[in-house]
């Protein structure tokens, strides 16, 4: 099977933006738990953190829905990369900024998925971002 038909950005871009809005909607849904686990206990404040949280990621996942059917071609694959990359320093600095803050997190294999998931849209973009472009002329 051809690599450039697995590496699909608009495919991508959907199973990315799925993870991304179901993470954040059961974060919201279940921010009482998460404030409690990420603090030790839980107050209004913490569980307002979660869910802030919660609706932060929800709304990477609509960006994600939206570049999978709004952009195509030269550009979608542009933008998975660049996107793939900006996810990755935000969850490599949610694993460096927070534990500074007295937030637990909930262990270093919670970036494996992140990992795999922006390595696959950012591989994706890599694969078809010259796609859309002419020949040059002989």
Known sequence: MDIKKIFQPKIWYIVCGAAALLGG???IINAETWAES???SYN????AHETFFGLIFAGFGLMSFVSAFVLSGTMQAKFAMANGGVMLLIFIMIFVVLPTTGYNLPGIA???PPFILMGALITSG???MNEDEMP???
């Open 38 to 40: 990420a603090w030790g």
């Open 136 to 138: 040059a002329a002989e």
């Open 44 to 47: 209004d404040q913490s569980i």
């Open 110 to 112: 919670w970036l494996i």
């Open 126 to 128: 890599y694969l078809h």
């Open 25 to 27: 909607i059961e974060n």
